[in-house]
C-alpha cells in the first residue's frame, strides 16, 4: 500500500484560500485514484473530492462545488487540494486517501479506499 502524508493545513480567517497537499510514497502513484475527506468534532467522516489516476475526472461534494479543485501531479507523487472562500464550516482534520485503481474511474465512499494520511488540521475562523 501507498503511504500518505498531509500537509498545507493551518487556521485562516473566513474568505481566504489554502492549498493542501498530499504526498504518497511509492513508485505507482499514477494508478492510484485519490480522494479528499473531512471529518469535524462530533461528526462522521465526509466526502469532499476525488480524482481519477490521470486527473482527467474529478468529482465533488455539492458543499465545496466551484470552491475547492482536487488536481494531481503524477511526476511528483502528490494530490492538492485547492480551497478557496473558506467558511468556519469547513474546519475539521482534512484526510487524503488512495485506491489502486487505474480506470477512470474516481470513488467518493471512504470504504472504497484502502490507503489514508494521518490529516492536516483546518480552522476557519469567523
Known amino acids: 500500500q501507498v503511504q500518505l502524508v498531509e500537509s498545507g493545513g493551518g487556521l485562516v480567517q473566513a474568505g481566504d484560500s489554502l492549498r493542501l497537499s498530499c504526498e504518497a510514497s511509492?513508485?505507482?502513484?499514477?494508478?492510484?485514484?485519490m480522494g479528499w475527506f473531512r471529518q469535524a468534532p462530533g461528526k462522521e467522516r465526509e466526502f469532499v473530492a476525488a480524482i481519477n489516476w490521470s486527473g482527467g475526472s474529478t468529482y465533488y461534494a455539492d458543499s465545496v462545488k466551484g470552491r475547492f479543485t482536487i488536481s494531481r501531479g503524477n511526476a511528483q507523487n502528490t494530490v492538492y487540494l485547492q480551497m478557496n472562500i473558506l467558511e468556519p464550516a469547513y474546519t475539521a482534520v482534512y484526510y487524503c486517501?488512495?485506491?489502486?485503481?487505474?480506470?477512470?474511474?474516481?470513488?467518493?465512499?471512504?470504504?472504497?479506499?484502502?490507503?489514508w494520511g494521518q490529516g492536516t488540521q483546518v480552522t476557519v475562523s469567523s
Open positions: 511509492g513508485r505507482t502513484f499514477s494508478s492510484y485514484a
Open positions: 486517501a488512495a485506491r489502486s485503481y487505474p480506470g477512470s474511474s474516481y470513488f467518493t465512499c471512504p470504504h472504497d479506499y484502502a490507503s
